[in-house]
């Protein structure tokens, strides 16, 4: 296990470098610097911008700049926003990660709170009206993209209804008092990834019923949530929880367009704002974060799969 760790986190420092390396070029590549690009609606001479390069150190060599970056990254430090003055990446981001993963969190457990029970209803009731029902239902939200999905509910709820107001996210995440401003926002995000759930969930469940040792147990007279959740589930696990790492990753990454849909002041909509900025400190940031997210929910994934299934081991 150590041995595989060790691995693991070694591949993961080499997949950020070139995460890294990769973003960097990408960012220099695009044209229009971050002064530039914001000197025509400030009304900023060129003496201004180019003395603006100048203390930020974007004039230096490309390598110069990648190498420095990457010296600020090892110390954990991004620099200074180029579109807020004086305020620094890392403290821009830690207000913005919040919200985030709030959604985030109220969205996961929408998936797995009705994705799965959904989706062991189907299986046990195959080929009923419960299992057509629920075919249907994932059926449709699936084939829905969830930004669609979040205008359908904002003209329902906030301008047929007006039971919300449409800009939800406002002050989302600063109390408890705000986190009913997230539940819209949560079921847009998530409804795909529980509808997907569900499928996956209904199909191992129904492999699963159909071993010999589910028979064994219905014919030794088990209750039936000892037979559908001890011995059931417990088994369709190892396909579900594949699916789980993922989803909690892309609810935490994906919700760019849902944040700038409802204006949620997350980490999502803050990033779609410094790439019109060239806040390259910003992107650079988020970037990783995301990157950073998506490697450690796998990880944590492959370390449960013995816990689920005592025949899978980690090498």
Same mark, same amino acid.
């Given at each position: 296990m150590t041995t595989y760790l060790i691995r693991r986190v070694l591949w993961t420092v080499v997949t950020l470098f070139f995460i890294s390396l990769i973003t960097f070029v990408l960012m220099h590549t695009v044209p229009g610097g971050p002064f530039e690009v914001r000197a025509g609606d400030r009304g900023a001479s060129e003496s201004f911008i180019r003395a603006a390069e100048s203390y930020y150190g974007l004039n230096d060599p490309i390598p110069e700049q990648f190498v420095r970056m990457l010296g600020n990254l090892l110390q954990g430090d991004l620099g200074l926003s180029f579109s807020q $003055? =004086?305020? $620094?990446? +890392? %403290?821009?981001?830690? %207000? &913005?990660? &919040?919200?985030?993963?709030?959604?985030?969190?109220?969205? #996961?457990? /929408?998936?797995? =709170?009705?994705?799965?029970?959904? =989706?062991i209803l189907a299986a046990v009731r195959r080929n009923t009206v419960w299992d057509y029902s629920a075919l249907?239902? +994932?059926?449709?939200l699936a084939a829905i993209p969830h930004f669609v999905l979040a205008f359908i509910m904002l003209l329902v709820f906030a301008v047929g209804l007006g039971v919300v107001d449409? $800009? !939800?996210? &406002?002050? #989302? =995440? %600063?109390?408890?008092?705000? !986190?009913?401003?997230g539940i819209?926002?949560?079921?847009? !995000?998530?409804?795909?990834?529980m509808a997907l759930l569900s499928r996956?969930?209904?199909?191992? /469940?129904?492999?699963?019923?159909?071993q010999d040792y589910m028979r064994t147990a219905r014919a030794k007279g088990l209750s039936s949530s000892a037979i559908y959740i001890r011995h059931g589930l417990r088994n369709a696990m190892i396909p579900v929880l594949t699916l789980l790492g993922p989803i909690f990753a892309g609810l935490i990454t994906?919700?760019?367009?849902?944040? *700038?849909i409802f204006g949620l002041p997350g980490i999502g909509a803050a990033f779609v704002? *410094?790439?019109?900025? $060239?806040d390259y400190g910003m992107i650079m940031g988020t970037t990783l974060f995301y990157a950073v997210i998506i490697m450690t929910v796998n990880l944590i994934v492959d370390l449960i799969y013995p816990l689920v299934d005592p025949r899978v081991r980690v090498t």
């Open positions: $003055r =004086g305020q $620094r990446v +890392t %403290d821009l981001m830690l %207000d &913005k990660i &919040k919200p985030s993963f709030i959604l985030g969190a109220m969205s #996961f457990a /929408m998936v797995v =709170g009705l994705g799965v029970p959904l =989706g249907g239902l +994932t059926t449709l449409v $800009r !939800l996210g &406002k002050g #989302f =995440g %600063d109390s408890l008092a705000s !986190l009913p401003n819209l926002p949560a079921v847009a !995000l998530g409804a795909p990834s996956i969930t209904r199909g191992a /469940m129904v492999e699963i019923l159909d994906g919700s760019i367009i849902i944040e *700038s704002t *410094s790439i019109h900025q $060239r």
